[in-house]
């Protein structure tokens, strides 16, 4: 399917960034190595990726007369196109796209991210979406949830995937260790997220298991006790704030979101015992 851009910057009146020379170089290279077949001429792979590149060049385009005035073409196309670095990437992934139709190999997305990274381009894709760095959603928080948590949360939504992962643990930890200081339960200072949560599992009245099946909702409590436990860990080794092996996107938003699993679960005990 055609990459989707976000749309600030599908909207966009300036270009959030553009393609510099040693990756446009690169790109280049890439779509050199395609094979062409009596099914996919070369000429064909040119033309569309000159079709796709009129776009973010912002120029109409126009079929070559034969294979070298297309490969010529198809040099200033891609350098019209490289001052709209988010375009460029659009018309490269979906040239692409459209060529593995015909049955040719072209190069996934996978190359075309280790071009962005290799080159420091803010922007990675992933299933078919283009992702800026600090793009990792992070769901909206109850009102209830204190100041040091809610402008956590709203720096982890500027960061990238491994940076937003280091401030929702610190969101998580602070939420944590505020409702035991309300509640009145007594913490060692220094308590990690994970002391904090087994504290409150314990001795908060909100988090008692009730209603049916109150066995299988406390092996829910354990579950994400045991999920604090993994989310600190990630963070001393997989995030920014320990920059040894970082997440990627997908696995960096399923920490989060699990990390808001948490908040909204205590929120709503804390919530139905002020209604009872």
């Not at 553009?18 to 996919?40: G, T, W, Y």
Request: net charge negative.
């Amino acid at each position: 399917m055609p990459l989707l851009l976000p749309t600030e910057l599908q909207f966009a009146t300036e270009y959030a960034f553009s393609i510099p020379d040693d990756a446009f170089r690169e790109f280049q290279a890439l779509i050199r190595k395609i094979n062409h077949s009596e099914r996919c001429t070369e000429k064909h792979i040119l033309e569309t990726f000159k079709k796709h590149m009129a776009k973010p060049a912002a120029v109409e385009f126009g079929t070559s007369s034969n294979t070298d005035w297309a490969r010529g073409d198809l040099e200033w196309y891609m350098e019209k196109a490289s001052q709209d670095g988010p375009g460029f990437i659009a018309a490269l992934h979906n040239a692409c796209e459209q060529l593995s139709l015909l049955e040719t190999n072209v190069p996934s997305d996978l190359y075309i991210n280790q071009i962005l990274s290799k080159h420091g381009l803010p922007c990675h894709i992933n299933n078919s979406e283009l992702i800026l760095a600090g793009n990792v959603r992070i769901p909206d928080s109850n009102a209830s949830v204190s100041q040091t948590v809610v402008r956590a949360l709203q720096d982890a939504k500027t960061l990238s995937p491994a940076s937003a992962i280091d401030r929702v643990h610190t969101a998580l930890h602070a939420y944590l260790v505020e409702l035991c200081h309300q509640a009145s339960i007594q913490l060692e200072s220094g308590a990690t997220a994970q002391k904090a949560f087994k504290e409150l599992k314990n001795n908060h009245a909100a988090l008692k298991p009730i209603g049916n099946r109150p066995a299988e909702v406390a092996n829910v409590l354990n579950s994400m006790a045991a999920t604090i436990n993994a989310l600190g860990t990630i963070r001393n080794h997989a995030s920014l704030a320990h920059n040894n092996e970082l997440l990627l996107e997908p696995e960096a938003q399923a920490m989060i979101n699990a990390a808001m699993t948490v908040f909204r679960y205590i929120e709503e005990c804390i919530a139905r015992q002020k209604k009872t």
